[in-house]
């Protein structure tokens, strides 16, 4: 359980450096593009010995990793624009309802056990998640920007998917720190080609920004290497990861958010907070 935990406060830590960056006017492209500098040298950095690992094993999982990696930059920047031009509101909704597509995945292609109790749990989750990130401001988003969280939803499960295919399928438990570490090694050359084709690299340092984005690096890190640790060592169903680590991941930003930000919850807020801890009796 330790590795879930560990999953889900590295993963809400991202919302919150996003946030505060924010205040910080802080280039979202180079924010993005020194936290997966700083995700890829910490990865580096918690290798085991080379030799611990098969080359013939690893060769089978890289394309996994680099189109993993390429998915992560593309979804770091989505969320990004649409957290600017849909909202935080939208934004958020459609990340964390994404959970249905791993949990879906797992259950079918896995072929887990699907009782009706757990299917009732994934189905009061998503109700929850959805409570629990409403606000009033929802009705007046601009619907001219509805494909981008659309996008968000889509793009978020099919890596979270991804995630749970390559964790069960392709690599061992050695290999977690390397395959994490070569993942956000693509997202840095992706995120370094933006940058330098769009011109938006300067050479001026912004203190707040570089601290920020190796802040962003470690949780980004953190949150994948976690989640993969989870998959390994909990002992439950992929199903039930991903859908405890998002649950408690909305449950913890909202308590941030109010304890932070000084954001206020409404009554339907705290109705997906008390629906989300009976979908947690529910799934175990």
């Given at each position: 359980?330790?590795y879930?935990?560990?999953?889900i406060?590295?993963?809400?830590l991202i ?6 960056a924010?205040?910080y006017?802080a280039k979202?492209?180079?924010?993005i ?5 700083a ?24 394309p996994y990793?680099a189109l993993l ?15 600017q031009?849909?909202g ?8 964390k309802?994404s959970?249905?597509f791993?949990?879906?995945f797992?259950?079918?292609y896995?072929e887990?056990?699907l009782?009706f109790l757990?299917?009732?749990?994934i189905?009061s989750a998503v109700?929850?998640?959805a409570l629990t990130?409403?606000?009033k401001?929802?009705k007046?988003?601009?619907l001219?920007?509805v494909?981008l969280?659309?996008?968000?939803f889509i793009?978020?499960g099919?890596v979270?998917?991804l ?5 069960a ?10 395959y994490?570490t070569l993942?956000?090694?693509?997202a ?6 933006y ?7 300067s050479?001026?340092l912004?203190?707040p920004?570089l601290?920020?984005g190796v ?5 980004n890190f953190?949150?994948?290497y976690?989640?993969?640790q989870a998959?390994?060592k909990t002992?439950m ?5 991903f859908?405890l680590?998002n649950?408690?991941?909305v449950a ?5 958010g109010r304890?932070i ?5 409404n009554?339907?807020?705290?109705a997906?907070i008390?629906?989300?801890m ?7």
């Amino acid at each position: 359980m330790i590795y879930l935990a560990a999953s889900i406060l590295s993963s809400s830590l991202i919302f919150v450096v996003f946030r505060v960056a924010k205040h910080y006017q802080a280039k979202l492209a180079v924010l993005i593009t020194i936290n997966y500098l700083a995700a890829t040298l910490l990865g580096i950095f918690l290798f085991e010995p080379l030799e611990t690992y098969s080359t013939e094993s690893t060769i089978r999982w890289i394309p996994y990793a680099a189109l993993l990696g390429i998915l992560f930059a593309l979804m770091f920047f989505v969320v990004g624009k649409s957290t600017q031009k849909a909202g935080i509101t939208v934004t958020s909704l459609a990340t964390k309802l994404s959970l249905v597509f791993p949990v879906s995945f797992s259950l079918f292609y896995f072929e887990e056990e699907l009782s009706f109790l757990k299917l009732l749990g994934i189905i009061s989750a998503v109700v929850a998640v959805a409570l629990t990130v409403y606000k009033k401001d929802l009705k007046r988003t601009n619907l001219n920007y509805v494909l981008l969280p659309a996008f968000i939803f889509i793009g978020s499960g099919i890596v979270d998917s991804l995630v749970k295919f390559v964790q069960a399928t392709k690599i061992t438990a050695s290999e977690v720190s390397l395959y994490t570490t070569l993942v956000f090694f693509a997202a840095l050359i992706c995120g370094t080609g933006y940058l330098l084709l769009s011109r938006q690299w300067s050479t001026r340092l912004h203190l707040p920004t570089l601290l920020l984005g190796v802040l962003l690096g470690t949780a980004n890190f953190g949150s994948l290497y976690f989640i993969l640790q989870a998959l390994n060592k909990t002992g439950m169903p992929g199903s039930l990861v991903f859908a405890l680590n998002n649950m408690l991941i909305v449950a913890l930003t909202t308590v941030l958010g109010r304890m932070i930000f000084k954001e206020k919850l409404n009554k339907t807020n705290f109705a997906g907070i008390v629906l989300a801890m009976i979908s947690l009796y529910l799934l175990f």
